[in-house]
């Protein structure tokens, strides 16, 4: 696509403004849409935007258009982002803002030790996704919450704050997740639009980093956000587990006044009660929902809410979170192997459930049979390289 | 053909019209439904959010509990529920290891997942399963000169890669394949592949329902009668808070929106009060007095 456009410029109209340089996906400045989908112009073949002109995402076709290398390429700038010319977008004016709004370096832990800090690779692999970002701004471009809400911080430097937040090193984990959470166009503003996740031509999956910093902000931190973000999570974990079921009528009040059922008698869940009375009413007059499922929600078979109960002592009760994270470990390409075990070998015994550390103290989850070594700031491939074997992004 | 179906939790909650309409259209379309009733919720993303082991685990046994019926394959009705049963099964497939754990958790039930279940959401099940020309040649009343804009969400349409999206399955061309072979219009508008807002009514409420007004709006001045939703937390967004999302984005909106099975029906044969279009808040009246024309029209 790059060439492509570049080839424009020089045989056909000299006028026309791109901004590019490595050319191989690393210095993150070509970004541009292609038939309305975000992504590198560099890595990002002819046919391969052409066949996007046909659906698959977010450009439907017109009627009769030929698809898969026949069709127009349409070459858009960027979205969310003001254009200065043609394709060049004011990066300065959002992405950069909105990075240097999550405090996008260090803060070194006190006494800085002598030498190197010494981090346990675990922990690095950890943040590994997030740092191959490449400041591109693709993801930024299609956030469907940064389009309604354009002070949203975004996927781009949510993903950042991550990797600080994932740092062992860094000293204000529980600062940088108080901010974030408190902020209203903070980690609750992003509405799992999934856009992010298809848009990074470097697979660092912002969304992901989002709930991340999420569950550490809840869970870890136990902030209680004024945006009802913590208090909604509580209410629906917990409605789950008593009900198997959602209980809509619960959830509401319980994320605006605190979850129990006495919720609801809080202020702040009158005040929005009050002020969505018309939908209520309206919901109830219609039928859409029946007094008795209002006020006493679906449940499950007793002895099914006995399951979901052990399953929750269970799996709460465990010292670590445990996490998978796809990015790190790969995907077994084997399908399931007749012979009991052979799967087993394959998978990378380390960084194959990287759990989430648990405090902001560093308790790392020890292997006393292997000292850590690795340098304090690994390069993403080197570690990769080091930590897994098929590698997806 | 035979489904282990799962309705999810909204779907017998606060939108009970879209199971109630499942549950007419199923035996027109030769679908039996064996409901798993003893299922979780799928936690929507939320319970992922607060810890992926244990959102993991409940998906774990709703799959380990269909696996266990004589199902061909899963079915859901809701996207919510496909995207955040799909996150969950790519991570279960992807990592035996992994999958034993979670096996480990369901043990005391004496339920097992194996891997390589197939959970296809009702859009698909029509277009890969039934086909579009068993499809139409099921239709009764075609939907002539009814303008539908379809209204796909997140859920179902995005990670491309998680969810089998590409050239040979374009599972985000479906609901406009159906509604063409219902033998309704389509209507393209902004909306299309956007975010209704629903996830974040109680964080932002008023980015949320600005959302949906959006989308409302482009629907209606790209000229729909109406949309049509596959995830009962977009109709709660569109038709539930429509009435207040019309206050936010300032401007007058009254667009109906279908559930899936709702149009189906239609075209299937069935009236509007029998699929539960009495329940909307947004009163369907653009759709009624299509159907009442149609059948004026036969009658005449």
């Given at each position: 696509?790059?060439?492509?456009?570049?080839?424009?410029?020089?045989?056909?109209?000299?006028?026309?403004?791109?901004?590019?340089?490595?050319?191989?996906?690393?210095?993150?400045?070509?970004?541009?849409?292609?038939?309305?989908?975000?992504?590198?112009?560099?890595?990002?073949?002819?046919?391969?935007?052409?066949?996007?002109?046909?659906?698959?995402?977010?450009?439907?076709?017109?009627?009769?258009?030929?698809?898969?290398?026949?069709?127009?390429?349409e070459v858009e700038p960027m979205g969310n982002i003001p254009v200065i010319k043609d394709l060049i977008v004011d990066m300065d004016a959002v992405h950069w803002k909105k990075i240097q709004r999550v405090t996008p370096f260090l803060i070194n832990k006190l006494p800085v030790p002598e030498r190197e800090y010494v981090v346990p690779h675990q922990n690095m692999v950890d943040v590994t996704q997030t740092m191959?970002?490449?400041?591109?701004?693709?993801?930024?471009?299609?956030?469907?919450?940064?389009?309604?809400?354009?002070?949203?911080?975004?996927?781009?430097?949510?993903?950042?704050?991550?990797?600080?937040?994932?740092?062992?090193?860094?000293?204000?984990?529980?600062?940088?997740?108080?901010?974030?959470?408190?902020?209203?166009?903070?980690?609750?503003?992003?509405?799992?639009?999934?856009?992010?996740?298809?848009?990074?031509?470097?697979?660092?999956?912002?969304?992901?980093?989002?709930?991340?910093?999420?569950?550490?902000?809840?869970?870890?931190?136990?902030?209680?956000?004024?945006?009802?973000?913590?208090?909604?999570?509580?209410?629906?974990?917990?409605?789950?587990?008593?009900?198997?079921?959602?209980?809509?009528?619960?959830?509401?009040?319980?994320?605006?006044?605190?979850?129990?059922?006495?919720?609801?008698?809080?202020?702040?869940?009158?005040?929005?009660?009050?002020?969505?009375?018309?939908?209520?009413?309206?919901?109830?007059?219609?039928?859409?929902?029946?007094?008795?499922?209002?006020?006493?929600?679906?449940?499950?078979?007793?002895?099914?809410?006995?399951?979901?109960?052990?399953?929750?002592?269970?799996?709460?009760?465990?010292?670590?979170?445990?996490?998978?994270?796809?990015?790190?470990?790969?995907?077994?390409?084997?399908?399931?192997?007749?012979?009991?075990?052979?799967?087993?070998?394959?998978?990378?015994?380390?960084?194959?459930?990287?759990?989430?550390?648990?405090?902001?103290?560093?308790?790392?989850?020890?292997?006393?049979?292997?000292?850590?070594?690795?340098?304090?700031?690994?390069?993403?491939?080197?570690?990769?390289?080091?930590?897994?074997?098929?590698?997806?992004? | 053909?035979?489904?282990?179906?799962?309705?999810?939790?909204?779907?017998?909650?606060?939108?009970?019209?879209?199971?109630?309409?499942?549950?007419?259209?199923?035996?027109?379309?030769?679908?039996?439904?064996?409901?798993?009733?003893?299922?979780?919720?799928?936690?929507?993303?939320?319970?992922?959010?607060?810890?992926?082991?244990?959102?993991?685990?409940?998906?774990?046994?709703?799959?380990?509990?269909?696996?266990?019926?004589?199902?061909?394959?899963?079915?859901?009705?809701?996207?919510?529920?496909?995207?955040?049963?799909?996150?969950?099964?790519?991570?279960?497939?992807?990592?035996t290891e992994y999958r034993q754990l979670i096996n480990g958790n369901l043990a005391d039930e004496g339920l097992v997942y194996e891997r390589g279940l197939t959970n296809k959401n009702l859009l698909w099940l029509l277009v890969e399963e039934i086909g579009l020309d068993a499809l139409k040649a099921k239709v009764k009343r075609p939907l002539t000169d009814l303008k539908v804009g379809p209204f796909y969400g997140?859920?179902?349409?995005?990670?491309?890669?998680?969810?089998?999206?590409?050239?040979?399955?374009?599972?985000?061309?479906?609901?406009?394949?159906?509604?063409?072979?219902?033998?309704?219009?389509?209507?393209?508008?902004?909306?299309?592949?956007?975010?209704?807002?629903?996830?974040?009514?109680?964080?932002?409420?008023?980015?949320?329902?600005?959302?949906?007004?959006?989308?409302?709006?482009?629907?209606?001045?790209?000229?729909?009668?109406?949309?049509?939703?596959?995830?009962?937390?977009?109709?709660?967004?569109?038709?539930?808070?429509?009435?207040?999302?019309?206050?936010?984005?300032?401007?007058?909106?009254?667009?109906?929106?279908?559930?899936?099975?709702?149009?189906?029906?239609?075209?299937?044969?069935?009236?509007?009060?029998?699929?539960?279009?009495?329940?909307?808040?947004?009163?369907?009246?653009?759709?009624?007095?299509?159907?009442?024309?149609?059948?004026?029209?036969?009658?005449?």
């Amino acid at each position: 696509m790059l060439d492509a456009i570049l080839k424009v410029r020089d045989e056909v109209d000299g006028s026309v403004g791109i901004r590019c340089s490595c050319q191989q996906a690393i210095c993150g400045s070509c970004g541009v849409r292609m038939n309305g989908k975000p992504g590198l112009a560099c890595n990002t073949h002819l046919e391969e935007a052409a066949a996007r002109a046909h659906g698959v995402g977010w450009n439907p076709p017109e009627e009769g258009e030929v698809s898969n290398g026949g069709g127009v390429i349409e070459v858009e700038p960027m979205g969310n982002i003001p254009v200065i010319k043609d394709l060049i977008v004011d990066m300065d004016a959002v992405h950069w803002k909105k990075i240097q709004r999550v405090t996008p370096f260090l803060i070194n832990k006190l006494p800085v030790p002598e030498r190197e800090y010494v981090v346990p690779h675990q922990n690095m692999v950890d943040v590994t996704q997030t740092m191959a970002c490449i400041q591109c701004g693709a993801c930024v471009s299609d956030c469907l919450s940064m389009e309604i809400d354009p002070l949203f911080v975004g996927p781009a430097a949510l993903s950042k704050a991550y990797r600080f937040v994932g740092d062992p090193r860094d000293a204000d984990h529980a600062g940088r997740l108080k901010d974030l959470s408190e902020d209203p166009h903070g980690i609750y503003d992003c509405t799992h639009c999934f856009n992010c996740i298809d848009a990074c031509p470097k697979g660092v999956d912002p969304m992901s980093q989002i709930m991340r910093l999420r569950r550490k902000a809840g869970n870890d931190e136990k902030i209680v956000d004024r945006n009802n973000g913590h208090r909604h999570e509580d209410a629906f974990v917990t409605l789950v587990r008593d009900y198997g079921l959602l209980n809509e009528a619960e959830l509401l009040p319980r994320s605006y006044g605190g979850n129990s059922w006495f919720g609801k008698f809080h202020p702040a869940a009158g005040k929005e009660l009050l002020s969505s009375i018309g939908t209520v009413v309206t919901g109830v007059l219609r039928g859409k929902v029946s007094p008795k499922t209002a006020m006493f929600g679906h449940k499950l078979p007793k002895s099914d809410l006995g399951q979901l109960k052990d399953i929750y002592t269970k799996v709460e009760g465990r010292e670590e979170r445990v996490e998978l994270n796809l990015y790190v470990t790969g995907y077994e390409d084997e399908p399931e192997p007749d012979k009991e075990g052979a799967g087993d070998r394959e998978t990378p015994a380390e960084p194959s459930m990287p759990s989430g550390e648990p405090e902001a103290p560093v308790t790392p989850p020890s292997r006393p049979d292997q000292p850590d070594k690795s340098p304090t700031f690994p390069g993403p491939g080197e570690d990769q390289s080091s930590s897994s074997e098929s590698e997806s992004a | 053909m035979r489904v282990a179906y799962w309705p999810g939790c909204v779907s017998r909650g606060f939108t009970p019209e879209l199971h109630g309409s499942m549950a007419k259209v199923a035996p027109l379309l030769d679908i039996e439904l064996i409901e798993l009733d003893r299922a979780a919720c799928c936690g929507a993303g939320v319970i992922a959010e607060h810890n992926q082991e244990l959102a993991d685990t409940l998906n774990a046994r709703t799959f380990a509990l269909a696996q266990k019926t004589d199902g061909e394959l899963m079915m859901n009705i809701c996207s919510t529920c496909q995207g955040a049963q799909s996150e969950c099964q790519e991570r279960l497939d992807a990592n035996t290891e992994y999958r034993q754990l979670i096996n480990g958790n369901l043990a005391d039930e004496g339920l097992v997942y194996e891997r390589g279940l197939t959970n296809k959401n009702l859009l698909w099940l029509l277009v890969e399963e039934i086909g579009l020309d068993a499809l139409k040649a099921k239709v009764k009343r075609p939907l002539t000169d009814l303008k539908v804009g379809p209204f796909y969400g997140c859920y179902i349409v995005r990670p491309v890669d998680r969810l089998g999206v590409d050239d040979e399955h374009p599972r985000d061309r479906y609901m406009h394949m159906v509604i063409e072979a219902l033998g309704g219009t389509v209507i393209d508008y902004a909306g299309v592949y956007k975010c209704c807002g629903f996830p974040i009514i109680t964080m932002n409420k008023h980015a949320s329902l600005s959302m949906a007004g959006r989308h409302l709006g482009d629907a209606i001045d790209a000229d729909a009668d109406c949309l049509v939703v596959p995830c009962p937390l977009c109709h709660l967004n569109l038709d539930l808070q429509q009435p207040s999302a019309s206050r936010v984005v300032g401007r007058e909106l009254g667009l109906p929106v279908l559930h899936l099975p709702q149009l189906l029906g239609l075209a299937l044969g069935l009236q509007p009060k029998e699929l539960g279009m009495g329940k909307h808040v947004v009163k369907p009246t653009s759709v009624m007095d299509w159907s009442a024309s149609v059948v004026a029209g036969a009658a005449a």
